[in-house]
């Protein structure tokens, strides 16, 4: 999908129409923001995730051990 200059400036036009220059700051904050909060988050899962890989040492040693009647 190629977005040249002309497809950027028309939907900033429509941008601007539909939520007005005083409402567009605002917005663009909030947008922001949401973007830093959804960025550290991720960082967080990621960081939380080496956690959530530790196996139960009696489940591991039940899936090696044949049963008898095998």
């Known amino acids: ?3 040249g200059a002309p497809e950027l400036i028309i939907i ?3 941008v601007l129409l539909l939520f007005g220059s005083t409402r ?4 663009a904050r909030s947008l ?3 973007s830093k909060e959804f960025k550290h988050g991720a960082n ?3 960081r ?3 956690d ?3 196996v139960d040492e009696t489940v591991s ?3 090696r051990t044949p049963k008898a009647g095998s």
């Open 44 to 46: 967080e899962a990621t």
């Open 12 to 14: 900033l036009a429509v």
């Open 52 to 54: 959530a890989l530790i």
């Open 32 to 34: 922001g923001q949401a």
């Open 1 to 3: 999908m190629n977005l």
């Open 24 to 27: 567009l700051p605002k917005l």
């Open 48 to 50: 939380d995730e080496p």
């Open 61 to 63: 040693e039940r899936q």
